[in-house]
Structures are given as structure tokens and as C-alpha cells.
């Protein structure tokens, strides 16, 4: 008798659709995909669509701490060895469709299939260097600069194999928040802002001028010409302009 074909592990069809342990949730703007101090007892896969994670002082202050969209995780507190309390909150800020998984199937298929732990170790990575260059980029660099900064890795600029992406439409108070500023030099940062040239020059002047910058690097464009973000009606973002 021939022996059976084995199946094939394929990850991105696994996060693609519900099944055992998961399911796909569609969410409104606004809504929460979980909450600070709820228990951690799932993980999400954002399918498309953008969420903020954001975190509650004793004080009740809050702050943004990262934008997250399509092929990102939240809540991976959860898979930690004694399951706590959500460290954050994830609210929508646009419609969004995510997969939810418990805990429990997230932890044996990162068991079982290697390809799937290798995608999420990956992710766990980008994410920890993230957060390195964020807080020191918050320690050296103007507010100018962080702005200019967080507008580009949100545009994806400089990723290999991805196209420019709009920025996605957030608030200038969001903004303001994750880079510890007020509203009202966000929106006179966007003005200048206005031409992509200037964009990026705020950015890669430092390693221009000085090779040693203690700056988080952000990838120079391999010709000499910087290559234009996405825009519409010729400004460099989506940005709301009301409160």
C-alpha cells in the first residue's frame, strides 16, 4: 500500500481562516480587541485593518505605545509560562478582521509546527527591536525627528519586497502620544512635512552628516534619489486634522 501523502504545514492559510481553538472576529473602529488587566488568554492575528496599543497609568494617564497592522500579533503576554493579566490594552482604529487564538491551541501548534513557531519568533524579534530603537529614539532625537520617523515606519518605507503604503489615518493626538509631544507641534511638524524630500531628509541628515549618529538607523534608499512616499492630493499623510 502507497504511503499517504504527508500535509504540508502552511501557515499563512492557517491565519487565514478559523478552525479548531480559533475564529475570525470583525471589529468596528474603536472597539477593543482586549483590555488592560483582563485576563491573557488569546492571542490575535491582525488580518487587515489597524489597531493602537496603548497602556494605563496608576495615575489614569494614557499612552500610545505602537501601531499595529496586517501581519502583526497582539497580546502575545498570553503564551508566557503562567498565563497573567493583559500588560496593555488593543483598540481598533480602523475596521478590522482579526483571528483570535487561545492560548492553548497557540501553544501546541507553536509545538508541533516548526514553520509556525520559526514566523512568530520572527515576528517576537522585529517586535523587541522595535521597541529598542522606539526608546531610544524617545532618549536622542527631537520630537521633529520621531515624527518623521514614526510616519515612515508606518508607510513601511525602506521594507523589501512591499510596496509604499499610505500612512494609515490616525489622529495627530495619536501621534502626539507616541512621541511624547503636544498636538499642536505635531500639526505644525506636518506642515513642514508637506514635501516627501523634506520628510526624509529630517530623517537620514544625522547619518548623512555624521556616520556615527546614536540615532535608530533607518534604511537609505539604494540609488540616489529618495523615493517618494504615498500620497494623495500632495501631502505625505492621512492625518486627521480634528481632535
Known amino acids: 500500500m502507497a504511503e499517504s501523502k ?3 504545514f502552511d501557515p499563512a492559510a492557517y491565519l487565514a481562516k478559523s478552525g479548531v481553538g480559533r475564529r475570525i472576529v470583525e471589529l468596528k473602529a474603536k472597539h ?7 485576563a491573557a488568554d488569546s492571542i490575535f492575528y491582525i488580518q487587515k485593518g489597524r489597531v493602537k496599543l496603548t497602556v494605563v497609568s496608576h495615575a489614569g494617564k494614557e499612552a500610545t505605545i505602537t501601531l499595529l497592522g496586517p501581519g502583526d ?7 508566557a509560562a503562567v498565563s497573567g493579566l493583559r500588560l496593555a490594552s488593543a483598540t481598533a482604529i480602523t475596521a478590522c478582521s ?4 487561545g492560548r492553548e491551541e497557540m501553544l501546541r501548534v507553536m509545538h508541533k509546527e516548526h514553520t509556525f513557531s520559526d514566523l512568530f519568533l520572527a515576528f517576537l524579534l522585529a517586535r523587541s527591536m ?13 520630537s521633529e525627528k520621531r515624527l518623521a520617523r514614526i510616519l515612515l515606519l508606518m508607510a513601511e518605507f525602506g521594507q523589501p519586497g512591499k510596496p509604499e503604503m499610505l500612512i494609515p489615518h490616525v489622529t495627530q493626538e495619536t501621534l502626539a502620544e ?6 499642536s507641534r505635531v500639526s505644525f ?5 508637506r514635501v516627501h524630500k523634506s520628510l526624509l531628509n529630517v530623517v537620514l541628515h544625522d547619518q548623512l552628516m555624521d556616520r556615527n549618529s546614536k540615532s535608530p538607523p533607518i534604511e537609505e534608499p539604494a540609488n540616489s534619489r529618495p523615493p517618494k ?7 505625505v499623510s492621512k492625518i486627521d486634522q480634528t481632535e
Do not use: C, Y
Open 229 to 235: 512616499l504615498p500620497h494623495k492630493n500632495g501631502s
Open 32 to 38: 477593543d480587541l482586549f483590555s488592560q488587566g483582563n
Open 98 to 101: 482579526v483571528l483570535k487564538i
Open 178 to 183: 507616541m512621541i511624547g509631544t503636544t498636538r
Open 6 to 8: 504527508k500535509i504540508v
Open 189 to 193: 511638524f506636518m506642515n513642514r512635512f
Open 73 to 79: 500579533f497582539a497580546g502575545e503576554e498570553a503564551i
Open 130 to 142: 522595535r521597541t529598542q530603537a522606539d526608546l531610544v529614539d524617545q532618549l536622542f532625537n527631537s
